[in-house]
């Protein structure tokens, strides 16, 4: 089976008694994921890495059974939430921890363990119903902690496609997070090396501003940070204060 890469419309619809399905991802490491692992699952499997690209056009091209989204930062529009049964993994135990940067806002809480819920994509965030929950470690970096809830989603979506099970209503009272600013990334005053080495590793990934002091004119960036026999050893990136604020308006 080849992977199908979505970058222009032809024509998707799968042969008779095959199902279709489509993966909706913005990181490198769901390009990898799905190359890898998912289309290899038994069906017809697509893959979309844009928001430019999810149209409602084309997803009616591919009639999914499914659209699985692993990592995506935009407003799915409300025809395709309405109309097809849209997945996403959050990564905590709804209804706690609704909301924005879920894996950050759980780790300055001093969590080291949650639970990756797949559940239907409601016109209200991370509100809908739930198809199973996982337990998943927060240990190491955050792209390290992507690339676990990565692997573990693909097993869930394995469990779905194979089984179907109808999602259940959340139960409890909501807990939501606010998403994080770029501004929050910088140090400031922490209670502990603990609590420092927690705030540079849960910011260690791709796409996200690291965590950065500013001195003297300078900006010093901190990732793959060890802490071990009461230090913490990190890379440091080092560029002119407002040469590092440009890049990030």
């Given at each position: 089976m080849t992977p199908a890469s979505i970058t222009k419309k032809s024509k998707f619809r799968s042969p008779r008694g095959h199902k279709s399905y489509l993966v909706v991802g913005c990181k490198s490491w769901n390009r990898r994921l799905f190359d890898d692992t998912l289309c290899l699952l038994p069906g017809q499997w697509h893959y979309i890495g844009a928001a430019s690209e999810l149209s409602h056009d084309l997803v009616d091209e591919i009639a999914p059974r499914y659209i699985f989204f692993l990592h995506w930062s935009w407003k799915v529009p409300d025809e395709i939430v309405d109309r097809y049964e849209c997945v996403c993994f959050h990564m905590t135990d709804?209804?706690?921890?609704r909301g924005g940067s879920p894996?950050?806002?759980?780790?300055?809480?001093?969590?080291?363990?949650?639970?990756?819920?797949a559940l239907r994509m409601s016109k209200e965030f991370d509100a809908g119903p739930v198809y199973m929950k996982e337990p998943l470690s927060?240990?190491?970096?955050?792209?390290?902690?992507?690339?676990?809830?990565?692997?573990?989603?693909a097993k869930m979506i394995e469990h779905m496609i194979q089984h179907e099970a109808k999602p259940v209503p959340q139960r409890g009272t909501p807990v939501v997070f606010k998403r994080r600013k770029p501004e929050e990334s910088e140090v400031k005053s922490a209670g502990s090396l603990e609590e420092l080495y927690d705030f540079i590793r849960m910011l260690d990934a791709e796409g996200y501003p690291r965590a950065f002091l500013n001195h003297g004119g300078f900006r010093y960036e901190l990732s793959r940070a060890a802490l071990y026999e009461g230090r913490i050893v990190a890379d440091v990136t080092i560029t002119l204060a407002n040469a590092g604020k440009e890049t990030r308006e």
């Open positions: 709804v209804p706690f921890g894996l950050q806002n759980l780790i300055v809480r001093g969590q080291r363990e949650t639970m990756l819920t927060l240990e190491g970096g955050a792209e390290e902690i992507y690339l676990r809830a990565g692997r573990l989603s």
